[in-house]
């Protein structure tokens, strides 16, 4: 069993940076893949990027390709995204998930999922 806990959520600026983590509780986090989705109002829930367990392979949206960078702290239990040049689109509920065997953007394929932390950028 893994939990995770968002934060680092906010109100930011069109062209600011916002950092978001996700703290898991539970044993053996490195042997988790972990992902971060978004979802905007009235919208499906979308992938964002994914990272390895050992952080050796990531995966982005093209949507955020160049703009966000995720990792990953084991020994601390905490993955992060890096958020740079926000646009008024990146606005949504932020979500990591944690997955065995699988980074990809397949939402289903993600066995654990936290609360959600809020972005809002504007402009």
């Known amino acids: 069993q893994v939990q995770l806990v968002e934060s680092g959520g906010g109100l930011v600026q069109t062209g600011g940076s916002l950092r978001l983590s996700c703290a898991a509780s539970g044993r053996r986090f490195s042997t988790y893949n972990m992902g971060w989705f978004r979802q905007a109002p009235g919208k499906e829930r979308k992938f964002v990027t994914a990272i390895t367990g050992s952080g050796d392979s990531t995966n982005y949206a093209d949507s955020v390709k160049g703009r966000f960078t995720i990792s990953r702290d084991n020994a601390k239990n905490t993955v992060y995204l890096q958020m740079n040049s926000l646009k008024s689109e990146d606005t949504a509920v932020y979500y990591c998930?944690?997955?065995?065997?699988?980074?990809?953007?397949?939402?289903?394929?993600?066995?654990?999922w936290g609360q959600g932390t809020q972005v809002t950028v504007s402009s």
């Open positions: 998930a944690a997955a065995r065997g699988y980074y990809g953007h397949e939402s289903f394929r993600y066995n654990y």
